[in-house]
Nanobody, 123 residues
Framework: VQLQASGGGSVQSGDSVRLLCAVSGRTIRTGALAWFRQAPGQDREFIASVKGGTTYYGDSVKGRFTISRDNAKNTFDLQMNVLRPEDTAVYYC???????????????????WGQGTLVTVSS
C-alpha cells in the first residue's frame, strides 16, 4: 500500500490550499483516512480524519479545513482555507484500514503513511 501526498507549496496568509492523497494497493472504502502535520521542533499534530461518513477535526483547524474522500478514485483531500502562518508544517496523509472510532485522532491507529508535503504560509 502506498500513499502519495501532493499539493503543498508556499502561500500568503489568508490563502487556500488543497492537499491530495492518492492511495494505491488497497481500497479506502473501509477504515479511516487522516491528515496530520508536524511543524519544526513540534510533535506531530492531528488535523482531520474521516471514517465512514463522519469527519473529525483538530481544534486549531475546525471551521477552516475540510477533509473529503473519493472512493471511486481511491483518493482523499484536505481543503485548507484562511491559512495562517502557524499552519506552516509538513502535512502527512495516513490510512488505517482497521481504525476504530475512539482512536481516529491517534497517530498509532494509522498503519499506512504518505511521505509528507510542505505547506509554508507567510504573513
Amino acid at each position: 500500500v502506498q500513499l502519495q501526498a501532493s499539493g503543498g507549496g508556499s502561500v500568503q496568509s489568508g490563502d487556500s490550499v488543497r492537499l491530495l492523497c492518492a492511495v494505491s494497493g488497497r481500497t479506502i472504502r473501509t477504515g479511516a483516512l487522516a491528515w496530520f502535520r508536524q511543524a519544526p521542533g513540534q510533535d506531530r499534530e492531528f488535523i482531520a480524519s474521516v471514517k465512514g461518513g463522519t469527519t473529525y477535526y483538530g481544534d486549531s483547524v475546525k471551521g477552516r479545513f475540510t477533509i473529503s474522500r473519493d472512493n471511486a478514485k481511491n483518493t482523499f483531500d484536505l481543503q485548507m482555507n484562511v491559512l495562517r502562518p502557524e499552519d506552516t508544517a509538513v502535512y502527512y496523509c495516513a490510512f488505517g484500514p482497521t481504525v476504530i472510532t475512539s482512536t481516529v485522532r491517534s497517530q498509532s491507529a494509522y498503519y499506512y503513511w504518505g511521505q509528507g508535503t510542505l505547506v509554508t504560509v507567510s504573513s
